[in-house]
């Protein structure tokens, strides 16, 4: 394992302390996260289970209809499922971090609705300034000004998205794109409630030609996490301030994951990290 391997060089993190720590030490923090609830197989214990070996964040959705709610793929006005808000309420409990990127509008709002802390859309930005992405009002992973500050007023986070067509609405998207992106969101909903949420993964092309699909691409300069350093200096070059820029570049993610872990019911026990043996991860019970 990269974690075991790495000497203390790559930590996972727990809890936010964690993460500081990490910082000061030079290391590397993991915080384990998932895009999209189906490793969880519609129960709660396995959710329990997860929490247990350090799964801090939760994402409801990754673009397909599942038992949690509808995606952004959906355009009949459905919401979260029973099921869903259940999730939701659990992960409040755990003090788990509630990823709605990939949902449906409603689904969101929805969310919003049943979760007691804030909540992120972990790679999104405003659909405002990009509108050929959804040109008839439906699906999109960007979100309309109306549901960002809903988002930004329930003390949420919205974290920017890096890929070109998503920044620009097509290939070849510069860093002035993905500047404006920042700009807007900072102006409409506060620096606060803004981060970067790049979505990097490896851009196989057999991947998208064996589906029909275009290939994705980055934003040209910031295509892997090696580039990082690019984003601060897009962020200073377009006059943010030194302390916008901090909570962009992790303070409001960092904020959020301690306001999170607050909200933690006192009712609940306190779990033991990595328990040994899956019946002890599971409290007993083992899915069908």
């Known amino acids: 394992m990269v974690v075991d391997s790495s000497e203390g060089r790559i930590r996972i993190a727990l809890e936010p302390e964690d993460i500081v720590a990490a910082k000061q030490d030079g290391a590397i923090a993991l915080l384990l996260g998932t895009e999209g609830a189906r490793l969880i197989e519609g129960r709660i214990e396995v959710l329990h289970m997860l929490y247990r070996l350090g799964l801090r964040q939760l994402g409801l959705s990754w673009a397909f209809d599942t038992e949690i709610g509808a995606p952004q793929s959906d355009r009949s006005g459905r919401g979260l499922t029973d099921f869903g808000r259940d999730v939701v309420r659990e992960l409040n409990n755990l003090g788990m971090v509630v990823d709605a990127t990939h949902l449906a509008r409603r689904s969101i709002e929805d969310v919003l609705e049943t979760s007691k802390s804030p909540i992120t859309v972990s790679h999104s930005g405003a659909a405002a300034l990009n509108p050929t992405l959804n040109p008839e009002g439906g699906w999109s992973q960007l979100l309309p000004d109306d549901l960002l500050k809903e988002v930004a007023a329930a003390g949420g986070v919205i974290s920017v998205h890096f890929m070109s067509h998503i920044v620009k609405g097509g290939p070849g998207a510069e860093l002035?794109?993905?500047?404006?992106?920042?700009?807007?969101?900072?102006?409409?909903?506060?620096?606060?409630?803004?981060?970067?949420?790049?979505?990097?993964?490896?851009?196989?092309?057999q991947l998208w030609e064996n589906q029909g699909a275009e290939p994705f691409s980055y934003v040209r300069g910031v295509e892997t996490v090696a580039d990082f350093r690019n984003v601060t200096r897009m962020l200073v070059a377009g006059g943010m301030s030194d302390d916008d820029i901090r909570w962009i570049l992790g303070q409001s993610l960092l904020s959020l994951f301690r306001t999170v872990r607050q909200f933690r019911s006192p009712n609940q026990r306190q779990y033991v990290f990595a328990a040994e043996g899956f019946g002890a991860c599971t409290e007993g019970i083992t899915p069908l």
């Not at 992106?181 to 993964?201: E, K, S, W």
Request: with cysteine; proline share 13%; glycine share 6%.
């Open 176 to 205: 002035h794109h993905l500047m404006a992106q920042f700009r807007y969101l900072t102006d409409l909903i506060g620096p606060n409630h803004v981060a970067c949420g790049p979505d990097y993964l490896p851009l196989n092309p």
